[in-house]
């Protein structure tokens, strides 16, 4: 089973609550990928509840929960982490996953911000090349 795992403060919204660009398609992309999408917060699972549905990406999220909660998930091969906080996707790796590290996203870079694209198109290269 592949999963992703991925942030939401400084990942998918800036401080004020804006949205990096394209995340529903962003989201509808890696949905074709993975098995299960977790997204978390250290604000808490209701809260990263009421950002997804905010986002519109609930329909590509299989369940929120509390940031860092992931310990109760046996991280395996195959599973992906995004987060903006290094030591998690680092964490991660340790533990024999897939990590990304995405810079802090504030909407002063919406204009030529990609980072969370480019992993998405990393992603999907990754899987075409398992396919082949």
Not at 15 to 23: E, I, S
Not at 84 to 99: I, N, Q
Not at 121 to 129: G, L, Q
Request: aromatic fraction near 10%; glycine fraction near 8%; charge should be negative.
């Amino acid at each position: 089973m592949k999963r992703l795992f991925c942030d939401v403060d400084g990942t998918l919204i800036d401080q004020h609550d804006n949205p990096r660009p394209n995340l529903p398609n962003i989201f509808e992309r890696l949905s074709k990928h993975f098995d299960k999408i977790y997204i978390w917060s250290g604000g808490g699972q209701d809260y990263a509840q009421m950002q997804m549905r905010r986002l519109g990406i609930g329909e590509y999220v299989s369940c929120c929960h509390t940031k860092m909660s992931f310990s109760k998930f046996k991280i395996q091969t195959g599973d992906i982490c995004i987060d903006d906080e290094l030591e998690v996707p680092k964490s991660f790796m340790r533990l024999g996953a897939t990590g990304y590290c995405v810079p802090y996203y504030t909407v002063g870079m919406a204009k030529n911000e990609d980072a969370l694209e480019e992993v998405c198109r990393k992603i999907e290269a990754e899987n075409k090349k398992e396919a082949v």
